[in-house]
């Protein structure tokens, strides 16, 4: 059986090794990159990795516009990295499709859950259909559709809307999300629920009333 390819683009060659030697461990097979531009390059040559793990602060060529050229023709996992924790650098990367974003300094080990916790949901996928509310999700295709037309939502949006759908009129709390969406422990706060589900409103629309806030607890997807 082939290895699952990772992509870890850094410009420091020490956390670019102490990430392979981590991940390698996990029986992985990693590539790596050393600038943004060698990093597009590889990930277009390669066509078969299954999630990349991106640097910010890198020469030629930035984590942010890596993140938009794979964005025009995939929706590979991506998981950044940064040296600083800056809430607006944390929402321009869910706003360009980020699904992970993880300051450094950051326990490889942590790093690497996470990692296994993203493959483990897309390698779940099946060929399943749900409908709710004349939104259709394809699990199989990773697609989303309103009134036949597709909706752009990043991985971490899909996953979070196929969680409300599975679970109509519950109550969900921001932890329970967080459990179940997330699947490992999540050493943050309640912000990157809040901004993954304002961005989900925004796409889906008139539909996106569908996801109620329930003050002070969390969430409920409820079809009117």
């Known amino acids: 059986m082939d290895k699952i ?4 683009v850094d410009d420091e060659s020490r956390m670019r090794k102490l990430v392979k030697d981590f991940l390698t461990k996990d029986n992985y097979d990693v590539l790596e990159a050393e600038d943004g531009e060698q990093a597009v390059d590889i990930f277009f040559q390669e066509k078969d990795i299954a ?3 991106l640097d910010i602060m890198m020469p030629k060529m930035d984590g942010w516009q890596v993140c938009r050229e794979i964005r ?4 590979v996992p991506i998981i950044m990295l940064t040296a600083k924790s800056d809430e607006k650098d944390e929402l321009l990367g869910f706003e360009l499709g980020v699904d992970e974003y993880i300051s450094k300094p950051f326990s490889p080990k942590i790093l690497v859950a996470r990692v296994g916790a993203i ?9 399943e259909f749900i409908e709710a509310g004349g939104i259709v999700l394809d699990k199989a295709a990773h697609e989303v559709r309103i009134d036949n037309e597709v909706i752009s939502l990043s991985f971490k949006e899909f996953e979070l809307l ?4 599975m679970n109509p ?6 932890e329970r999300i967080l459990n179940n969406v997330w699947n ?3 050493f943050g706060d309640a912000r990157t629920i809040d901004t993954h589900v304002k961005k989900l409103r925004s796409k889906l629309g008139s539909k ?10 969390g969430y409920k997807f409820e079809v009117e």
């Open 5 to 8: 390819k990772i992509l870890v």
């Open 119 to 127: 493959l483990r949901r897309a390698k779940a996928i099946d060929n």
């Open 169 to 174: 009129g519950i109550a969900l709390s921001r």
């Open 72 to 75: 025009q023709y995939s929706k």
């Open 184 to 186: 490992y422990d999540y």
């Open 51 to 53: 999630l990349v793990i």
């Open 162 to 165: 196929t969680y409300f759908i």
């Open 208 to 217: 996106g009333e569908y996801i109620k806030t329930i003050w002070g607890m």
